[in-house]
């Protein structure tokens, strides 16, 4: 059974960095795909990213293509999301998840643990 803990988000104005982590338990980590996805009030949870199990891969929306990174360190069982020139729009929960496989995948059936979710509000 794997647990995901995010820890990261906040209130932030437009413009402003966060970067979010991931902590993973009780699972082979370093042997599936991570993946981002996040839930806008009123919205439908959405994919954000993700990368495969080695790191060598990574996926974005195209919302967030050259705002966002995603990361792991297989080590210490960790991803981040380093998130750049916030916007309102931005403004979610985001959700980390734990993938079936480890290639990456944007699809949300193919993810089998998700963490609770951390706050990120952008103010303009």
């Known amino acids: 059974q794997v647990q995901l803990v995010e820890s990261g988000g906040g209130l932030v104005q437009a413009g402003d960095s966060l970067r979010l982590s991931c902590a993973a338990s009780g699972g082979t980590f370093s042997s599936v795909a991570m993946g981002w996805f996040r839930q806008a009030p009123g919205k439908a949870r959405e994919f954000v990213a993700g990368?495969?199990?080695?790191?060598?891969?990574?996926a974005y929306t195209d919302s967030v293509k050259g705002r966002f990174t995603i990361s792991r360190d297989n080590t210490n069982n960790t991803v981040y999301l380093q998130m750049n020139s916030l916007k309102p729009e931005d403004t979610a929960v985001y959700y980390c998840?734990?993938?079936?496989?480890?290639?990456?995948?944007?699809?949300?059936?193919?993810?089998?643990?998700w963490g609770q979710g951390t706050h990120v509000t952008v103010s303009s």
């Open positions: 990368i495969s199990w080695k790191g060598a891969t990574t």
């Open positions: 998840a734990a993938a079936r496989y480890a290639t990456v995948t944007r699809q949300s059936q193919y993810y089998n643990y």
